[in-house]
């Protein structure tokens, strides 16, 4: 009788656990790759993905329905921007509550659904956790502001004024005015490295670390399989508060140009990543950076060499190559690929205009999109994709300053217009608001919905979408493309980029003619293979044994025979 409880109790148990185990299984493969290295990421952002409720705002009853056209895809991991309750200042970059969801997204009972639906079609769950700062209206902040003596007051950074009221120092937010602001009630300023309504947490006090690391694990437990990680540089401040080095000119918002020497990249941040890590080790999760760097060196800081840090710090310098340039890939390439990290590569994202738009020329943007997709998902590390780049998805930059909602924009017009333009509605058909509510959305979809739609391109073998399903499932399919090396080829090339995988033997070349005139290179190949047989390419490209015809702008994805 004792027996039969026992085990009615360890299947329970089971029962119980399971759900969570089977978020993270599969972890490591045979040769030791972790999941996350055979993964393509997805971010999305869930006010603009899909909107199951039609009031013009998106939801997680969206995503979920969705689910099974990411996975379809060839999505293995979708990064939701923040969706936690939010007075929406920064459009859930400021949190007022790290465990619980929007309303406006729905509840977690909503949550718990997605992640359910996700398991069932391989999709697992990325959440963004805003670490720097919270929300003005957070309990914690609420509490510390109360009083001087309030237990909360070391949770965020408070100094007093300098002689004549003024802020403590130099520094200036990142959007705009001073990076201070004075409290009347209890004579202090706090800092807010970003918009007055973020105030910074204190990560010097151990009562921070704790309660911010207790949210990773409190949604580990849901099945969150990691975090994105908002704007580690900016975690620690200098005890000293000096100033920072003013420089030439002004900024967008018209503010002294200042090199942010004191209060970014301070050592303390590896500190915190490195024991967050240990915490994501014990649910196999994976941590991905918001790493704005500026050269290798300190992207390596981010990996954390022995000291395990950030496993996919995202490579931000591969998006300052803003035009078609081999040479200049090249050099990029090769700088991640000699960290000693898996690369983290990304083209575009909420923050910077869209890929269509940076790398297109207004005439080629279609082929432009491709190009920019096969080269990205065929190289070595880590994709990252923003929602909708799979359709060719532009930007629709608001036109006047009253249709401007992103207060950066409103703050900094015209000179800085603000993030709208990369954040509209996913365009889903060709049907009003591009099918992505019935309702007028937060955001208008631009005109060019009408043809750059899921369902419009789905039925067109030589759509974007389509072109991006191809090379995604090409990826996934080829053990070579997933593990294998990068070597560039023919590196004086200045119109065609190109380059070999090659894993246990086999090699797969990839040629992108990132010019708008023909190309007709030829490769010296491994082995003296001298037959390419074609795995992906765009119409008109070829080849005859070891030359490769690639028309403007051509992609030529072969297997080296
Ligand atoms: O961005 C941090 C960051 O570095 C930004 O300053 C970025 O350079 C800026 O958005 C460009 O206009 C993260 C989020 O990605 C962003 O959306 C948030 O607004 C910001 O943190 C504050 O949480």
Redesign the pocket.
């Given at each position: 009788m004792r027996k039969n409880l026992y085990v009615a109790l360890l299947l329970s148990l089971v029962a119980i656990t399971c759900p969570f185990i089977s978020a993270q299984k599969n972890s490591v493969d045979a040769e030791g790759h972790e999941w996350w290295q055979h993964a393509v990421f997805y971010e999305l952002y869930p006010r603009s993905f899909a909107d199951s409720n039609n009031d013009g705002v998106g939801d997680l009853n969206g995503i979920t329905s969705k689910m099974k056209y990411l996975h379809e895809l060839g999505v293995d991991a979708i990064w939701i921007?923040?969706c936690y309750p939010s007075p929406q200042v920064?459009?859930g970059?400021?949190v007022a509550d790290y465990e619980n969801i929007d309303p406006m997204y729905g509840t977690l009972a909503d949550f718990d659904h997605m992640v359910a639906e996700g398991k069932k079609q391989n999709v697992r769950i990325i959440l963004?956790y805003?670490i720097?700062?919270t929300s003005d209206q957070h309990k914690w902040f609420l509490a510390s502001k109360s009083s001087k003596t309030s237990a909360y007051r070391n949770w965020y950074v408070w100094h007093d004024p300098k002689p004549g009221n003024q802020p403590p120092n130099n520094w200036i937010s990142?959007?705009g005015g001073s990076a201070w602001k004075f409290d009347p009630a209890t004579g202090q300023y706090y800092y807010h490295?970003?918009?007055a309504e973020?105030p910074d947490l204190n990560w010097n006090n151990p009562a921070v670390e704790k309660a911010m690391f207790d949210v990773t694990r409190w949604w580990y437990k849901r099945g969150v399989s990691g975090f994105r990680l908002?704007?580690v540089?900016?975690l620690f401040e200098d005890p000293d508060l000096r100033d920072n080095p003013v420089q030439p000119g002004t900024t967008k918002f018209g503010d002294p140009n200042t090199e942010h020497k004191y209060n970014q990249k301070l050592p303390g941040v590896h500190e915190v990543l490195q024991n967050l890590r240990r915490v994501a080790d014990e649910h196999n999760a994976v941590l991905i950076g918001?790493t704005?760097t500026k050269n290798i060196d300190e992207l390596k800081e981010y990996y954390g060499g022995k000291n395990k840090e950030l496993q996919m710090p995202m490579d931000f310098m591969f998006t300052r190559v803003d035009k078609l340039d081999p040479a200049e890939f090249r050099r990029q390439i090769a700088a991640a690929d000699s960290s000693g990290g898996w690369p983290t590569y990304v083209i575009s994202?909420?923050?910077?205009p869209r890929s269509y738009n940076r790398y297109g020329d207004g005439a080629h943007n279609d082929d432009i999109a491709k190009l920019m997709g096969a080269f990205y998902l065929t190289l070595r590390g880590t994709p990252i994709m923003y929602y909708g780049e799979e359709i060719g998805m532009e930007n629709n930059d608001p036109k006047r300053k009253e249709d401007v909602k992103?207060p950066?924009g409103r703050t900094g017009w015209p000179k800085?217009i603000?993030?709208d333009g990369e954040r509209t509605p996913m365009q889903w058909s060709d049907a009003a608001n591009g099918g992505f509510s019935t309702h007028q959305p937060w955001l208008p979809v631009p005109a060019s919905t009408k043809t750059h739609n899921v369902a419009t391109e789905s039925k067109d073998p030589n759509s974007v979408l389509e072109f991006y399903r191809k090379v995604l499932a090409l990826r996934h399919s080829s053990p070579v493309l997933l593990d294998g090396n990068y070597t560039p080829l023919n590196e004086d090339d200045a119109n065609v980029m190109s380059y070999l995988r090659t894993y246990k033997g086999k090699s797969v070349l990839v040629a992108l003619n990132m010019s708008t005139s023909p190309q007709k290179p030829t490769f010296k190949l491994p082995n003296s293979a001298s037959n390419l047989k074609s795995l992906a390419a765009t119409p008109g490209a070829s080849s005859t044994g070891t030359e490769v015809s690639l028309p403007a702008l051509g992609v030529f994805i072969a297997e080296v025979q």
């Open positions: 921007t923040p920064d459009f970059y400021d963004d805003v720097n700062h990142e959007f490295y970003f918009y973020q908002d704007a540089d900016t918001e704005w994202n909420h923050d910077i992103d950066e800085e603000g993030r």
